[in-house]
């Protein structure tokens, strides 16, 4: 294997810097940009660009490739299914993909329940329509959600998303019917029983009958890789039970072995009526899925479900293969090593630099928190610095938070370790030199 990160220029080089220049007259300005590297294949742990510099990818497409964007599993499977056909759209005519996709979610998502799945294409789809399908079954207007929550781009979903900016600024008027409770984010003193009590005074002042579901993610992820007080997600399940509300859990950035668990709700024992899943269920093709208790999902009436692209058939065959790769007994082993890496790493930086807050997460999906020390304020300035040094030293990293000053790491969970150990010795290098800067300041 050659070593990586390979940098035969600098980050961008000149092609990619001249294809961006095309996108910047092409493509509006709304779309943003982490890295304006332009990619020409990738392998198990890395990317390649088109100036052919090799970057190790810590980021997954946002937790999206976790069998990595090359797994010759899915190129396979995904190739038998195209030399058959490409879509058929399933609400006219069916193909057993989406069953086969179905069947595998209704057993593996969490809840000792009969279940049924449907399947559509963005994890946006499938909040709105876990929503849908809880309005049907509750008869009730109302949505619940939390504090730096994320849930996507699309109307409905904005409104449920915490984060003004960039994702809601001069977009609104949003759908009503949401309402926002706290969250129990430890490193900010948020504990489970307060947040708790603090949803109960919310649902009251509505009134029980008034919430159709309670939508929440097991560990945050464009929020901050939040992992709640324990007891925060078990206490939401005795609340929704208590006020016949759906609890729809969120895994569209958690589940499919991300965390270390198939889910992450299982970390706490808690089963949504509703589990929503996305992001690394296609292995890079779009599929997203609501899976739940039967009697709920079966509330929605004939033809109220489904998309033009709902479940297509690649996007199908692809998930059978990350089914494959999931199953693998080493797998989810090796995402608690993974951890231990990365904890063996940063974990240290805690104590050496004064703007390190917290080191967090789980599995694969570990973060880094920058605040100043003693008021917390937010650093997302050094998250910025410490990103870009990462990026020019050809390692791949994302930052999130509501206050952007979080690093968020979320490598393939087939990386080589070895490159995993690279590109978090650049992370590091970059914080401790970023440390002395600032304590020469
Ligand atoms: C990414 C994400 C979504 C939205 O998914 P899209 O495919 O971008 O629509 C919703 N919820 C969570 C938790 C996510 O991470």
């Given at each position: 294997m050659t070593t990586v990160p390979l940098l035969r220029t600098e980050i961008p080089g000149p092609r990619s810097r001249e294809l961006?220049?095309?996108?910047?007259?092409?493509?509006?300005?709304?779309?943003?940009i982490t890295l304006p590297v332009f990619v020409a294949r990738a392998g198990t742990s890395t990317l390649e660009d088109v100036d052919g510099n090799t970057l190790i990818d810590l980021a997954s497409g946002i937790a999206v490739t976790s069998v990595g964007a090359a797994n010759p599993r899915v190129r396979?499977?995904?190739?038998?299914?195209?030399?058959?056909?490409?879509?058929?759209?399933?609400?006219?005519?069916?193909?057993?993909?989406?069953?086969?996709?179905a069947e595998w979610l209704n057993e593996n998502v969490p809840g000792d329940f009969a279940k049924r799945t449907g399947l559509f294409s963005t994890g946006a789809e499938a909040v709105e329509n876990a929503v849908k399908i809880a309005?049907?079954?509750?008869?009730?207007?109302?949505?619940?959600?939390?504090?730096?929550?994320y849930h996507g781009r699309s109307l409905l979903t904005m409104a449920m998303t915490a984060k003004e900016h960039p994702y809601k600024t001069s977009f609104g008027p949003f759908p009503g019917e949401v309402v926002r409770g706290p969250n129990a984010n430890p490193l900010r003193g948020g504990d489970a029983e307060t947040a708790l009590t603090e949803i109960?005074?919310?649902?009251?002042?509505?009134?029980?009958?008034?919430?159709?579901a309670l939508v929440v993610e097991p560990i945050q992820g464009e929020g901050g890789f939040v992992v709640p007080a324990p007891g925060f997600l078990p206490g939401l399940r005795r609340i929704a039970d208590a006020h016949g509300i759906v609890l729809v859990v969120d895994e569209i950035q958690t589940g499919l072995g991300r965390t270390g668990a198939l889910f992450a709700s299982a970390h706490e024992g808690v089963a949504g009526d509703?589990?929503?899943?996305?992001?690394?269920?296609?292995?890079?093709?779009?599929?997203?899925?609501?899976?739940?208790?039967?009697?709920?999902?079966?509330?929605?009436h004939a033809g109220g479900l489904g998309g033009t692209y709902a479940g297509n058939p690649l996007a199908c065959a692809a998930a059978l293969?990350?089914?494959?790769?999931?199953?693998?007994?080493?797998?989810?082993?090796?995402?608690?090593?993974?951890?231990?890496?990365?904890?063996?790493?940063?974990?240290?930086?805690?104590?050496?630099?004064?703007?390190?807050?917290?080191?967090?997460?789980?599995?694969?999906m570990m973060a880094v928190e920058l605040a100043d020390p003693g008021t917390l304020?937010?650093?997302?300035?050094?998250?910025?610095?410490?990103?870009?040094?990462?990026?020019?030293?050809?390692?791949v990293t994302l930052t999130c938070g509501t206050q952007g000053n979080v690093i968020r790491l979320l490598p393939p969970l087939v990386i080589d370790e070895s490159i995993l150990e690279t590109g978090l010795t650049i992370l590091t290098t970059a914080i401790r030199s970023i440390a002395a800067e600032e304590a020469a300041a």
């Open positions: 961006h220049a095309r996108r910047e007259a092409s493509v509006p300005p709304g779309f943003g396979e499977s995904v190739a038998a299914q195209l030399d058959l056909f490409t879509h058929t759209c399933f609400m006219v005519t069916e193909y057993e993909g989406f069953v086969r996709v309005r049907a079954y509750t008869g009730r207007p109302g949505v619940l959600v939390v504090d730096e929550a109960e005074r919310i649902i009251a002042g509505h009134g029980p009958e008034h919430f159709a509703l589990t929503l899943t996305a992001k690394a269920l296609g292995g890079g093709l779009p599929l997203s899925a609501v899976t739940g208790r039967a009697e709920i999902m079966d509330a929605a293969a990350v089914f494959e790769v999931l199953e693998d007994p080493g797998l989810l082993p090796r995402v608690a090593r993974i951890e231990r890496i990365i904890r063996d790493h940063l974990e240290p930086l805690v104590a050496e630099a004064a703007f390190v807050a917290e080191v967090r997460g789980r599995g694969a304020a937010p650093r997302p300035d050094l998250a910025q610095r410490i990103s870009a040094a990462c990026h020019a030293a050809g390692v």
